[in-house]
Every structure is written in C-alpha cells, then in structure tokens.
C-alpha cells in the first residue's frame, strides 16, 4: 500500500480531541500487528468520561515491558476539530501535489510515513529494537504522552517526534506553559467609586507591570530560537458584571513558552512578584496566580547521532521550534529525542489543512533509513 492510501485511511478517520480515538488506534494497531510488530495498547478515560487507546507497537514480538528500545517513531493521533463548511475535512484530496485533509499535516502525514517505512523494512534483519508510538490527546496539552512517560512502559535511545517542520530536523523546542490569574476586588455602585475597589482596574495594573516581565525575560537569552527567549501572552480577560457596577473580580489567562535550560515557573513566579509589588502599595490587593500547565522546553544537543544522522539524510541543518512537542515526555523516557515531519506548521489546525505529496514519500524514505541505521546489525 502507498505512503498516500495510508494516509487516506487515517484522515477518513474522525480523530479530533474532544471524541474517542479507539477507532484510530485500533486500526493501527492491526496495522502494527500485520508488519510482525507487537502491539500493547494503553487504555484511559479522560476528564470528560471519554475512552483513549495509546499504541507502543514495537519489534521484535518478545520484548519485555520496560525494556529500551533504540528508535521510537513517535505520533499523535488526534486532530483540532474542523469547521462544519470544510466538508472534506475527512476525504483526502489531492491538488496540484498537495493533500488536503484534516490530520494531513499534524500529524497523520507522519504516522502515515512511519508506517510505509515499517512496511518496507525486513524487520528480520534489525538487531535493535524499533518502536511505534502513537499518543492520544497532544492537542490539549500532551496529556496522553505524559502518561505515558509517567507509566514508563519503555525506554528509549532515539526519538523521532512526528510534527510538521517541512522535513527540517528540529533538535529543540520551547515548553508551554498557561496559567489563570485572579485579581479581586469590592463590588459596590459605580456612582460611589470609594465604596468599592474595581478588580478590573487592579488587574489593568498587573496587565501592565507584566509587561515589564516580558521584557525582563528577554534578556535570559537562547540564541538558537527565534525569538531567542522565553515569550509571555495575555490572550483572554474578563471582569466585571454589569456597566454600572464596580467590578468584583477580573480573570486572565497568561500563556508562556520558555526556553530550554529555563525554570518553566520563572515567569510565574516574576508575575507574582509584580502582584506583591502592587500589594505594597494597595494592602487589600488580591491576587492568585493559578497554574494549569507546566511544561518546560527540551533540548538535544547537535552532535548527537540522531540529529547528525537526519542532518545528513535531509541536507539540512537541525533548528529550533517555538511551539510545544511531545519531545520533553521522550526526553523523560531517556531519548535524544527530534521533532521532524513533513508539511509546514503554519497550515496546520487552519480549514485546507494539507501536506506535499513529495514530502509525505521523502518522509516514508527517510524514515526507512533512519530505522535501518540505527536498528540494523551494523549500529554501534
């Protein structure tokens, strides 16, 4: 089967966060299981009551649970949702060389590639366990891949994390990390200021010195990235419920993606810094700083094998991303670990969402050899 009917399959699947993804990765799993490779599946509910699957197919058939393996090829199978007038979201379609579909880019174009490599692999002839690792829930926060780097149900050398970077070896990334602030005030009637206290104006206040965070940050700086440090985001306020009344609380969300090598509290803490400040002059200054995700950057250095091996098989030298990964959870199991797919992650999660078909075979190639390099007999 093609590199392109793979793919077909996958995209015909509805896979998108919010629903099950049982279907998927039940289907890979048979898929895994007809190329010779073991399939352990890895069941759990997430916080909506919703079944998930996580697949860990790995050659040869004994290996034992815990075990390392030398090269994981790592995928996430579900998807952003799609918008109801996209109504080919979910048939792969192919113009002018590209292939339009949901998942086409981020990231089942990948997981398409690893299959088509594994098919063109003698498995038989490799003296180094191979892994394919495909995750549930990447989208909302790499939840399924924590799980499975808290499970540890194996160890890993090598890490090829699928996602869309145009064939670019990236041997590091920036963490993601968000946080719910809550400023607090006294509601009271909008004719008498003094008899009340407007959260909305204290949190203006916080809005502003956080600012001043950012720019502090900036000089804790990582050369590779672009930008070269650690990014801050106010992306949503609300506050206040009615024009006339003084506003009792105001809520922000505060979004950051710090650099590898950096406390990915940093920022956190900084902001509450600045909230103490304002306490100083305003005793009944209320403030919380509630963090909800916590992930820091991670970082392959660039002479090691993987990154020279890709380097080599796609001519072109390893960079950074600035978006979130599933390569901080490989890191914990123990791998030097690259993100690397084909397609370009500006055209992913958007309606039209699609991946080069030349890209899409370069990537089933690449990957082919890469299995065949470090699994085969020869590796050191």
């Given at each position: 089967m093609?590199?392109?009917?793979?793919?077909?399959?996958?995209?015909?699947?509805?896979?998108?966060?919010?629903?099950?993804?049982?279907?998927?990765?039940?289907?890979?799993?048979?898929?895994?299981?007809?190329?010779g490779l073991c399939a352990r599946l890895?069941?759990?509910?997430?916080?909506?009551?919703?079944?998930?699957?996580?697949?860990?197919?790995?050659?040869?058939?004994?290996?034992?649970?815990?075990g390392e393996?030398?090269?994981?090829?790592?995928?996430?199978?579900?998807?952003?949702?799609?918008?109801p007038s996209w109504g080919e979201a979910l048939k792969l379609t192919?113009?002018?060389?590209?292939?339009?579909?949901?998942?086409a880019c981020d990231t089942k174009g990948f997981i398409a590639a690893a299959l088509a490599a594994l098919e063109e692999v003698d498995l038989a002839r490799l003296a180094r366990p191979v892994a394919l690792v495909l995750t549930a829930d990447e989208e909302v926060g790499c939840l399924g891949a924590k799980r499975l780097a808290e499970a540890r149900p194996f160890?890993?050398?090598?890490?090829?994390?699928?996602?869309?970077?145009?064939?670019?070896?990236?041997?590091?990334?920036?963490?993601?990390?968000?946080?719910?602030?809550v400023v607090r005030g006294r509601e009271g009637h909008s004719a008498y200021p003094a008899l009340g206290a407007s959260a909305i104006t204290r949190a203006a206040r916080l809005v502003t010195r956080i600012e001043a965070v950012a720019e502090e940050l900036t000089a804790?700086?990582?050369?590779?990235?672009?930008p070269p440090h650690t990014t801050v985001n106010v992306g949503l306020i609300s506050g206040g419920t009615a024009k006339n009344v003084i506003a009792g609380e105001c809520r922000f969300t505060l979004e950051w993606r710090p650099v590898p090598g950096q406390p990915p509290e940093l920022a956190a803490d900084l902001v509450r810094r600045e909230a103490e400040h304002l306490r100083a002059s305003d005793e009944d200054f209320d403030?919380?700083?509630?963090?909800?995700?916590?992930?820091?950057?991670?970082?392959?250095?660039?002479?090691?094998?993987?990154?020279?091996?890709?380097?080599?098989?796609?001519?072109?030298?390893?960079?950074?991303?600035?978006?979130?990964?599933?390569?901080?959870?490989?890191?914990?199991?123990?791998?030097?670990?690259?993100?690397?797919?084909?397609?370009?992650?500006?055209?992913?999660?958007?309606?039209?969402?699609?991946?080069?078909?030349s890209e899409l075979r370069d990537c089933a190639r690449i990957l082919r050899r890469t299995i065949e390099r470090f699994c085969g007999a020869g590796h050191q």
């Open positions: 093609s590199v392109e009917e793979i793919l077909a399959g996958l995209v015909a699947i509805d896979s998108t966060s919010a629903r099950s993804n049982v279907e998927i990765v039940s289907h890979l799993a048979a898929r895994a299981e007809a190329l890895y069941p759990y509910t997430d916080e909506q009551g919703v079944k998930k699957l996580q697949l860990v197919a790995v050659y040869p058939k004994d290996f034992e649970d815990g393996v030398e090269l994981a090829l790592v995928g996430h199978t579900d998807t952003v949702p799609f918008a192919e113009r002018d060389g590209k292939l339009y579909g949901r998942g160890r890993a050398r090598h890490a090829v994390v699928g996602e869309p970077t145009s064939l670019r070896p990236m041997r590091a990334g920036k963490g993601y990390c968000l946080a719910e602030v804790l700086r990582h050369d590779a990235f672009d403030c919380e700083v509630v963090v909800s995700r916590l992930d820091g950057g991670a970082e392959t250095r660039g002479d090691a094998p993987l990154v020279a091996a890709l380097e080599g098989l796609t001519g072109q030298t390893a960079g950074t991303v600035s978006f979130g990964t599933e390569a901080p959870q490989m890191a914990e199991l123990g791998a030097d670990a690259v993100v690397f797919g084909p397609g370009d992650i500006r055209v992913a999660h958007r309606t039209g969402e699609f991946v080069p078909a």
